[in-house]
């Protein structure tokens, strides 16, 4: 009955003992792991250099609204101006697009002015805000993939757009962005044939995805 006495009151000690040295050593590396993590963040804030601190003009382009789009021509790109001081970004977008078997085309021009969240770096996301100008000429109407020759639908119109985004900028000066801006028209001038007697849309939207873009200067 000793020995059996002695014996529980040994493994009762040596499993305490073992618990504290695994309890210590757990405690160690979470210890270990926060300080390199601090560590690194500390690092890559010293070794990120803003590529938008001397340079402040960037050219941006969409190379898949060209490569997948199968019925005539169609460009996205624009530029953009990253002024000293401030971490605004103001960019200017362009949409053209013209269907070849009938000149059919549209034209939009976007002036934007984006407010990062981030107020030390001109990355990740931000607010937009801006104004469009859209011109565009449709003589097509579109059933079941058959297109039907229709009057002519043409329009100059100004609008106000405002939206979210989000940027990658890398210390090279490469960066990607994504954003969603709607929109309304506030002026319209209606070019279309007097047999076109339908309104003209006067709400936008615009999605943006695979723009990249270079800081050259």
């Known amino acids: 009955m000793k020995i059996l006495l002695t014996s529980l009151l040994s493994l009762v000690f040596i499993s305490d003992f073992t618990f504290?040295?695994?309890?210590?050593?757990?405690?160690?590396?979470?210890?270990?792991?926060?300080?390199?993590?601090?560590?690194?963040?500390?690092?890559?804030?010293?070794?990120?250099?803003?590529?938008?601190?001397?340079?402040?003009?960037?050219?941006?382009?969409?190379p898949l609204a060209t490569i997948l789009y199968d019925k005539g021509l169609r460009l996205i790109g624009g530029f953009s101006y990253f002024p000293k001081d401030t971490k605004n970004e103001l960019s200017l977008n362009l949409m053209y697009k013209n269907e070849s078997d009938d000149n059919d085309y549209t034209f939009n021009l976007d002036v934007l002015n984006r407010f990062y969240f981030d107020r030390k770096y001109r990355k990740g996301f931000h607010l937009l805000?801006?104004?469009?100008?859209?011109?565009?000429?449709?003589?097509?109407?579109?059933?079941?993939?058959?297109?039907?020759?229709?009057?002519?639908?043409?329009?100059?119109?100004?609008?106000?757009?405002?939206?979210?985004?989000?940027?990658i900028l890398n210390r090279n000066g490469w960066y990607w962005g994504t954003s969603c801006y709607v929109g309304r028209y506030f002026y319209v001038n209606d070019k279309s044939d007097e047999q076109y007697n339908a309104d003209i849309e006067d709400n936008f939207m615009w999605i943006e995805f695979m723009k990249f873009g270079y800081i050259f200067k």
């Open 20 to 62: 504290s040295e695994e309890s210590e050593e757990i405690s160690t590396d979470s210890l270990a792991v926060i300080i390199r993590n601090a560590n690194n963040r500390v690092l890559d804030e010293v070794l990120y250099e803003d590529p938008t601190a001397n340079n402040t003009m960037g050219v941006m382009f969409n």
């Open 129 to 167: 805000s801006g104004l469009r100008l859209a011109s565009y000429s449709d003589t097509d109407f579109n059933i079941f993939d058959s297109n039907f020759e229709m009057p002519v639908r043409s329009a100059d119109m100004l609008g106000v757009s405002f939206g979210v985004g989000y940027r």
